[in-house]
């Protein structure tokens, strides 16, 4: 391994939302706290972006981006490279984050009341990204069998009205850390070609794969629906980069892309220097780094797995990708106040469940990307917090 992820890195006043916001945005106020919360890894990013930026501070000059040719190289082989996905330059769309896309693809592809459906729990931004676009949230709750998140696209027929135009996908799925079968994302191109939706592809957690499985683009397997597709991808989860708040929308469609153009062009979104050169230096560079995270992430998923497995009433499902737990409290009988609580008071610092919509009340996410020792300390710590209920 050529990254040392067991590196002590004190994140404290750095800035650090996952460090830094513990108290202002959780309410905990405990003096040795373990966040487990937001989506951002406490690893150092590979080495090939910040030897780029110390060019790029070096040279000293940071004026307004431009020449982007290399950029879409790079991204075009990494896609090719990790996802055997041919992508062409001017499919792509560069975005301040993916949020921000999401915003534009819910303006441009909408109107104010029109329905756009998630499948709930998911991550919970998108349902405020719908409420604040004032847009009609349309929930379908997902339904757990053998521990996995299935999509029940029969019950989704019954809840339409009619004026639903866009479908906003998390796949892989965040928090439920599953990856969609070819099978279910066929079904579902087939759904949305039935009822005239839009797919939203969310793909930001396409590179977090869990050693022995395989991410599928919805993009390669329902080629046929691209004149209603758009796929969204970005380094900054992969890489541990979310600072940069830079993605992509890819749409292969040039007249899909026509209708998205007027929203976006009149947004002034243009590329953030910064943003464009870490981006370009971890498609780059960042092969070994990914592989070797995944490795070291996949232990503490396996721990986590034996922590939950051990407490009486928890359940974790499975980590397919994405390195974010999905912990089912339920089987304890206890309120999810009761649960955070006695996470809280052991300085445990978890998203809570219900903010992922329908269905996710009685769950906890834990984040395990952080340190090997540091996780282990965090899993005493649930342990001591039920271990009345051993
Ligand atoms: C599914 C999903 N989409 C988007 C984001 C945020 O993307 P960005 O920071 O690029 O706006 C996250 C962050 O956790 C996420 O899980």
Redesign the pocket.
């Known amino acids: 391994m050529t990254t040392d992820f067991d590196a002590i890195i004190d994140r404290r006043n750095t800035h650090s939302t996952k460090w830094d916001d513990i108290e202002s945005r959780c309410g905990v106020a405990h003096p040795d706290a373990i966040p487990l919360w937001v ?1 951002d890894m406490d690893f150092r990013a590979p080495q090939a972006v910040t030897d780029m930026l110390r060019e790029a501070v070096d040279h000293g000059v940071f004026g307004y981006y431009g020449a982007r040719d290399s950029f879409y190289e790079a991204q075009a082989g990494w896609m090719k490279r990790r996802h055997d996905w041919d992508i062409q330059a001017e499919w792509s769309l560069v975005s301040h ?4 896309g999401i915003a534009v693809l819910l303006q441009s592809l909408s109107a104010p009341g029109d329905g756009v459906i998630v499948f709930s729990p998911v ?1 919970y ?1 998108f349902m405020e990204l719908i409420r604040k676009n004032n847009r009609r949230l349309v929930a379908s709750e997902l339904v757990v069998q053998d521990n996995r998140y299935h999509m029940d696209l029969d019950a989704l027929q019954q809840q339409l009205t009619g004026d639903e135009k866009i479908l906003l996908l ?1 796949s892989p799925h ?1 928090p439920g850390g599953r990856i969609w079968t070819p099978e279910e994302l066929r079904a579902l191109a087939d759904f949305c070609v039935r009822n005239d939706i839009i797919i939203c592809s ?1 793909e ?2 396409h590179d977090l794969v869990m050693p022995g499985h395989k991410h599928h683009l919805m993009a390669k397997v329902a080629p046929d629906v691209e004149d209603r597709l758009i796929t969204m991808a ?1 380094t ?2 992969t890489f541990n980069i ?1 600072g940069i ?1 830079t ?1 992509s929308m890819f749409i292969s469609d040039r007249k899909l892309r026509e209708r998205i153009m007027p929203v976006y062009n009149a947004m002034a979104i243009s590329p953030n220097r910064f943003g464009m050169t870490m981006a370009e230096a971890a498609y780059r560079g960042g092969d070994q780094w990914l592989d070797d995270l995944m490795v070291y992430l996949d232990r503490n998923r396996r721990q986590l797995n034996a922590t939950i497995a051990s407490i009486p009433g928890l359940s974790v499902m499975d980590l397919e990708s994405t390195y974010l737990g999905w912990v089912d409290c339920s089987g304890t009988g206890m309120s999810a106040d009761e649960v955070l609580k006695r996470l809280y008071e052991k300085g445990v610092v978890p998203s809570v469940g219900g903010t992922f919509g329908i269905s996710g009340e009685d769950y906890i996410r834990l984040n395990i990307a952080c340190r090997h020792a540091m996780f282990d300390d965090a899993m005493d710590r649930v342990t001591e917090a039920f271990s009345d209920l051993q």
Do not use: F, R, V
């Open positions: 989506a984050g993916l949020l921000n991550y931004q998390c965040n969310d930001i957690h970005a900054s989860k979310a708040e993605g």
